[in-house]
């Protein structure tokens, strides 16, 4: 924005699209790195450090109000050194003084706001502060004039503090591991905790606002499976149900021109009131969540979500190469002659736009199966944000809006995508909100795994494609030259940021993932080299775990390790995945041992609140309970190959492992499956467990009796 003034900052220089929207602001900004440090130790002032992300909504009201402020930027200029990051860019930096931020006050969020000696030591933060003094606390214009004055003024003070801060910080990071015995019952009281966590009309596991945190949907699926205790996945397809018919569901999907997917999270109870931005991480991680839910139930709702996501995905955030882009912004222009973005603007309906656009019979069937209202069907309104406006929301399906209105169900079928369609092409005439079009590795890598997944239990070869070309782009653009290391974001045909623990452990799970898709055994040798270097660089060979750091980051005061699997699954719970996988794909003991150590390290926190790392018990599920490996042989080309290999993929199957094996490449891995390599080249099936391989067998009935679980029915929701 260059309104306020027309001379950029340094963030001018930047690639990050949230760091672009600050170049103009007449706050001299910095971007976090040598620069700002040296400045800070050389004019002896503490930074201000602003952490948020381009979509976020309240960081760009904190923009507004306060880092287009003149007065405000004038103190920020000559008090402080300020530093401007991109979250998304740094999750290293952001989770480092967020676990500073959440301790000294309770909370968390964006935008984050945090003051630093020029050590880098935290001594005070917070998030949003209001410009001006309201309700008897300070606005930001006044805190910045406090820690101005104390830091000339009571100094010593404000160093104690931080050197105390910063000891506490560094603890978190050497701690040793306190060790826990695991077991069956580390699994049941975690059941159990999320279970009184659990909202049995709604779904979720929360009050107002609602998350999705598929994790803990991973969890339960897993648990259900191990277990037969269907009243664990019933809680997992009830969530599921509920989100993909409320609002939080972008319900204007048309299949090949985009719309649909979900927005990050609902701001009430009942999943109908979303906070509008997209993010790529979610979408991905849902998509996952609901495949499982149709290879459990068979229920056409959950592959049409999938379905819905993945034509989201492809139509509105795939780049022309292929990666895709990071998230669309909550706000936007409600219309083209507004001058002021709203959130939501986009997405809201009035009843009379509704009916102008749709026939009479069209706008009855269409009013009545999404909850439209005269004035608005928004229940909890405090700011009146949504008077007289809609959020589209499924409320009856076609078999019950038939009956209503004494139609036949395909014309009401028709009806509605005709609606659909009409509003959906309306839409795109209002101003689209924008798009932050960064290329994450991390997130990539999740879509890259919800795609090769989709691929199969879908059987769409267009979502294998789309994934290898992901994967390609990656190959071809986010691997240093020279070192081979692995980087994390590609923007405006920029590679850079040394990749976290996090793009490692995703990247490996979407190669392993498009390995089974597609049996291509150079995914297989990368997902193993990414996997050496992962420990090369982030392992701690002492205690156990991985830092989300690399050991060459020089720009991270202290290196953390995740244990918390919040709207992504944290790299330490995918590690353990990844290691285990590897080890019965290749045979390697010390993956496993990588795997079991990372436990350990975690086994405390496992055991004392399973519901924080709920992908990780998932994956320890996985290792108490031996799952099968499917070695499949023959050519992929022949039709009773790819019979023998839709049976496995129809099935849900967590922990299983499917190989492809030949005369040329054998599975060497399990004791006996030579065999599987060096009998013959037909389609066979041969299913192996606990070191040891079942007799081949040849049509998909036999694979399908051998690998579902006994005396197991599908899943029921609640």
């Known amino acids: 924005m260059k309104e306020k003034n027309k001379v950029p900052n340094a963030l001018a220089k930047e690639k990050s699209p949230y760091l672009l929207q600050h170049a103009y602001n007449p706050v001299q900004w910095l971007a976090w790195g040598p620069d700002a440090f040296n400045t800070s130790l050389r004019e002896d002032k503490p930074i201000f450090l602003s952490v948020g992300y381009s979509t976020c909504h309240w960081c760009h009201v904190m923009e507004r109000e306060s880092f287009e402020n003149d007065e405000i930027a004038q103190v920020l200029n000559h008090s402080f050194v300020p530093v401007k990051i991109d979250r998304e860019e740094r999750p290293d930096i952001d989770r480092l003084y967020m676990a500073y931020v959440q301790a000294s006050t309770g909370s968390g969020g964006w935008p984050m706001s945090v003051w630093l000696t020029p050590e880098l030591k935290p001594f005070y933060g917070g998030t949003y502060y209001p410009p001006e003094d309201r309700f008897g606390r300070p606005g930001f214009l006044s805190l910045l004039q406090s820690i101005a004055d104390a830091w000339q003024e009571d100094r010593k003070k404000l160093e104690h503090v931080a050197d105390g801060i910063q000891s506490q910080l560094k603890s978190f990071s050497s701690a040793a591991p306190h060790p826990e015995s695991l077991g069956e019952k580390v699994l049941d009281d975690a059941f159990k905790q999320i279970s009184s966590h659990f909202d049995p009309g709604a779904g979720g596991f929360s009050s107002a606002p609602k998350f999705p945190r598929p994790s803990i949907l991973t969890f339960l699926f ?29 319900h204007l999907g048309v299949k090949g021109k985009g719309g649909g997917g979900f927005a990050r999270y609902a701001t009430d109870a009942l999943w109908h009131v979303p906070h509008f931005e997209k993010m790529l991480y979610d979408n991905a991680l849902l998509a996952l969540s609901f495949l499982d839910a149709f290879q459990l139930t068979k229920e056409t709702l959950y592959a049409q979500t999938a379905e819905d996501i993945f034509n989201y995905v492809l139509c509105d955030m795939t780049s022309p190469e292929g990666a895709f882009y990071s998230a ?38 269409f009013s009545f199966r999404y909850g439209i209202e005269q004035n608005s069907n928004v229940l909890e309104d405090p700011h009146g944000a949504f008077d007289r406006k809609n959020i589209l929301s499924l409320k009856a399906d076609e078999e019950t809006t038939a009956k209503h209105f004494d139609l036949p169900t395909d014309q009401v079928a028709n009806l509605s995508r005709s609606a659909i369609e009409k509003l959906f092409q309306a839409r795109m005439r209002r101003p689209r909100p924008d798009r932050d079009d960064k290329i994450i590795t991390s997130w990539n890598a999740l879509m890259i795994s919800a795609l090769a997944k989709g691929s199969r239990v879908l059987q769409n070869t267009d979502y294998l494609t789309a994934a290898e070309k992901a994967a390609g782009f990656i190959g071809d653009n986010l691997f240093e030259t020279g070192t081979g290391n692995l980087l994390r ?30 049996f291509d055994d150079s995914l297989l040798h990368k997902a193993q080299e990414l996997a050496e270097r992962q420990c090369e660089h982030f392992y701690d060979d002492e205690h156990g775990g991985f830092f989300n750091a690399s050991s060459q980051e020089t720009s991270v005061p202290i290196r953390l390790k995740e244990d918390y699997d919040g709207a992504e699954p944290s790299a330490n719970s995918v590690s353990v995945m990844n290691f285990s996988r590897l080890w019965l794909m290749t045979g390697k003991q010390h993956y496993l041992d990588i795997a079991e150590k990372t436990l350990y390290y975690f086994s405390a926190i496992l055991a004392a609140n399973g519901m924080q790392l709920p992908e990780m018990l998932a994956g320890y599920a996985r290792l108490l309970h031996p799952s099968n490996t499917v070695i499949l042989t023959g050519s992929q080309s022949d039709p009773a190959f790819k019979a023998l290999k839709k049976s496995v993929e129809q099935l849900y199957l967590p922990g299983t492992t499917v190989m492809h094996a030949t005369k040329e490449k054998p599975v060497s891995s399990i004791p006996g499956a030579e065999t599987a390599s060096e009998e013959n080249n037909s389609a066979a099936a041969y299913i192996c467990k606990g070191g040891s391989c079942r007799l081949p067998v040849t049509t998909p009935e036999e694979v399908t009796n051998l690998l579902r679980p006994s005396g197991r029915s599908a899943g029921k929701k609640s």
């Open 222 to 250: 897993n648990y259900a499976y191990f277990t037969g205790r269907e009243e664990a996945s019933a809680m997992a397809l009830l969530t599921l149900e509920r989100m993909a018919r409320g609002g939080i569901h972008d």
């Open 328 to 365: 669309e912004d909550a706000d936007s222009f409600p219309d083209r002659e507004s001058k002021t973005k709203i959130e939501g603007g986009f997405y809201v309906w009035t009843k009379t736009e509704i009916a102008e656009l749709l026939d009479p019979l069209e706008e009855q069937i």
């Open 489 to 518: 974001r590609y923007c405006k045909g920029e590679s850079g940021i040394t990749g976290q623990a996090e793009d490692y452990a995703f990247l490996i799970q979407g190669l392993l993932d498009l390995y089974e898709a597609s």
